[in-house]
């Protein structure tokens, strides 16, 4: 039986535990709260800043796992090569955990070590140096912060006025305790996707068919698989994602953003991991969830077959407001719906904006935009109280 010690236990975490358990693993989920969703299914729970160097070696020390998953950015990933040094095996790697909790790393490592192509950027970290930055790469720019998760501290700068808002902004979403940010020049793309690609140890990369989703506020409100992707496009993206995952080095499931013009493929993010937008896979769109085939990957188990099923989507439900102890409404009437689904994470809080559970909806017929458009008016019956 595996030992797996999970960093990080949001709603990504809690399917994964699950997806692990039933391949015999034994799961330790780490957070820095208590009763965080992956720790209301794990075999064993550990709360602790995961900032804190010191204590990420006390529980690595405590539990010697077989595996190391971190599933959040919020890490002191830097540890990492020393677990690797005393035998311990990080999914997907430490290299590939370093480089995509830092954008900074992974934007230089796919521009300038591999010639994908990316978005114009600068780097910026103090006000002033943002200014330059703007300047340098023009309006309107996108500004994110180096580290940070579900799009927290991005935003767009349309006039020169707004900067400071912005870098403002960045600092209130950094996640870790840097305080640069990379500034991209707006890319007029007709189209995003996520391309879960699936590094194995003893099989050749697999490709989920690509999943489109649309965003609000920096993260993500509905995504849909299969999304409308031109095939020529389509290979130059898995072409892309092949060459960095292959860097990285590592075993698991990656979500590898794009952005796509007309007729150009720009690389934009990486995360080694499940993605949020990949939780349409839950709907039963192909043979295995983003989830189980992470498992599969890590655990070093065979992926015979990965297949398009049906199409799906995932519309994700919000709170409106603060509250210690929020309630889920309207369930029993989206469910009543043909093809609908719902998942509640579990999460014991709520905040404004904060994702509480998403709907799953599916048809074998339907196209994307219809199967969109229930999980839409499926979502609508729902409500979080405080």
């Known amino acids: 039986m595996k030992k797996i010690l999970l960093l990080g236990s949001g709603e990504l975490g809690k399917e994964l535990i699950i997806s692990l358990q039933r391949l015999g693993a034994y799961t330790i989920a780490c957070d820095s709260y208590d009763n965080a969703p992956a720790m209301q299914v794990a075999d064993e729970c550990e709360v602790f800043n995961m900032l804190d160097g ?13 595996l190391i998953v971190p599933e959040i950015e919020a890490i002191r990933t830097e540890r990492f090569y020393d677990y690797e040094k005393q035998g311990y095996t990080v999914v997907p790697s430490a290299k590939a955990a370093n480089y995509t909790m830092n954008r900074k790393a992974i934007r230089d490592l796919a521009a300038i070590d591999l010639g994908l192509k990316t978005a114009t950027y600068a780097y910026a970290n103090s006000w002033e140096k943002l200014k330059d930055a703007v300047q340098q790469i023009g309006l309107p720019c996108v500004v994110k912060p180096l580290m940070s998760s579900s799009g927290k501290g991005q935003s ?9 808002k912005s870098w403002n902004y960045a600092q209130e979403g950094q996640r870790g305790d840097a305080a640069e940010v990379i500034v991209e020049a707006f890319v007029p793309f ?14 050749p990369t697999l490709f989920c068919a690509p999943i489109g989703h649309r965003q609000e506020g920096g993260d993500y409100r509905e995504s849909w698989q299969p999304a409308a992707v031109n095939s020529g496009l389509l290979e130059i993206a ?4 092949a060459k960095v995952t292959e860097r990285l080095t590592g075993n698991g499931i990656w979500g590898v953003e794009f952005f796509l013009t007309q007729d150009e493929v720009y690389f934009s993010e990486l995360s080694p991991r499940p993605h949020d937008t990949g939780m349409v896979t839950l709907a039963g769109t192909q043979t295995y969830s983003e989830f189980e085939l992470h498992a599969r990957a890590i655990l070093q188990l065979p992926i015979p077959e990965l297949a398009l099923l049906k199409t799906g989507a995932s519309v994700a439900i919000l709170a409106n407001e603060h509250s210690e102890n929020p309630t889920i409404i309207g369930v029993e009437n989206a469910l009543a719906m043909r093809g609908i689904d719902v ?9 404004p904006n904060r994702r509480m559970a998403v709907v799953l909806s599916s048809d074998k017929e339907k196209s994307s935009e ?10 609508s019956k729902i409500q979080v109280l405080p």
């Open 54 to 66: 010191d204590a990420l070696d006390a529980v690595v020390a405590k539990h010697t796992p077989d």
């Open 156 to 164: 767009v700068i349309r006039k020169f006025e707004d900067a400071e």
């Open 190 to 203: 007709e189209s995003e996707i996520t391309l879960l690609t699936v590094s194995q140890e003893n099989g």
């Open 238 to 241: 898995k072409e892309m994602a």
């Open 343 to 351: 998942r509640i994470f579990g999460k014991p809080s709520s905040r």
């Open 370 to 379: 219809e199967v969109v458009k229930m999980g839409v008016e499926a979502a």
